[in-house]
């Protein structure tokens, strides 16, 4: 039979028939289903065809080792958002992206320190408590939080400037599955711009920024692990994320506190911020079951 528009999803398809994982069958179908669909109504000319796989040459030759441009374009055109969102914990704290620059290992830390290794910047503390979806507090789990500066930099961004593992901690909840620990409050900032997903913003008048928050990622033994950030309350870009992370369960409060008692009890100068974020594990195992809207 000749491929044509309407024999050409069947042919791709069949060509796909002796695909024996039955996932992958599935993926493919689907894929090229959609693919061929997105091409039958949308008619590149070959010219933006070609474009369009420059495009994609160019990001993947952007990558490297702490460079991973199709993440960010999968980022700014949502889809990494959407399959959290569809994979997230049904009952539990909701997630977000893992996002680049959880690229070196969190430097283990105690409760109580300060995992700003510079200083200059508004002063916070942020207390966490990790329970099960029963209430239950969960000891014993690790919580690991990366942050950029003041000024909206990683410390691996910024090599001379920041030591590495500055904004960065490795901690432990105790028996109340609490922990806590001093930092700057961070700085809303933008994804790497400089190459092709930085082109498709500019050129479709969309800004890079980021609200500010603080990553986290929480694992426990018998639990799912957590990969989410805490967002700053009073940040701007809140309600425009360039990659769309913003749920608002995750946006805290960064109180600020002017109470000379409760900074000596935290070891900061007044006035400072204080965040306090509760997360909630589901059981490993526990199916999502959150709804389609
Ligand atoms: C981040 O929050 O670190 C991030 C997430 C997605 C894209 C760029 C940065
Ligand atoms: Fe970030």
Redesign the pocket.
């Known amino acids: 039979m000749d491929f044509t528009e309407e024999t050409a999803v069947t042919a791709v398809r069949d060509s796909f028939a002796g695909t024996a994982d039955p996932r992958l069958r599935e993926l493919l179908d689907g894929l090229v289903g959609h693919l061929h669909a997105y091409v039958r109504e949308t008619r590149p000319t070959p010219a933006e065809w070609e474009s369009a796989i420059g495009f994609l040459t160019e990001a993947g030759q952007k990558c490297d080792d702490t460079r991973q441009e199709l ?2 374009l999968s ?1 700014v055109l949502g889809v ?1 958002m959407l399959v959290e969102t569809i994979n997230g914990q049904a009952d539990g704290t909701e997630s977000t ?5 959880h690229v070196v290992a969190s430097p283990p830390r105690e409760s109580g320190d300060n995992i700003d290794l510079v200083g200059g910047g508004r002063p916070c503390v942020v207390t966490a408590r990790v329970v099960s979806t029963a209430g239950e507090p969960v000891p014993g789990a690790s919580v690991d939080v990366w942050q ?1 500066n003041k000024d909206g930099f ?1 410390d691996v961004q910024q090599p001379g400037i920041q030591p590495l593992g500055n904004g960065r901690g490795l901690f432990a909840t105790d028996a109340e599955g609490r922990v806590w620990f001093r930092t700057v409050v961070p700085s809303h900032y933008p ?2 711009a400089d190459g092709p997903v930085g082109r498709l913003l500019r050129a479709t008048g969309r800004h890079p920024f ?1 609200p500010a ?1 603080i ?1 986290f990622i929480v694992a426990a033994p018998g639990h799912r692990t957590l990969t989410t ?1 805490m967002f700053v309350a009073d940040s701007p870009y809140l309600d425009s994320d ?2 769309f ?1 913003v749920k608002t369960s995750l946006v805290v409060d960064f109180r600020e506190i002017d109470d000379e008692a409760l900074a000596e009890r935290y070891q900061v100068s007044a006035p400072f911020r204080l965040a306090a974020f509760d997360i909630v594990l589901e059981a490993a195992g526990e199916v999502p079951t959150r709804p389609v809207a």
């Open positions: 993440i960010l980022d990494s992206v893992l996002g680049p620059f950029c990683y994804i790497p980021r928050h990553h950030h360039a990659v992370a």
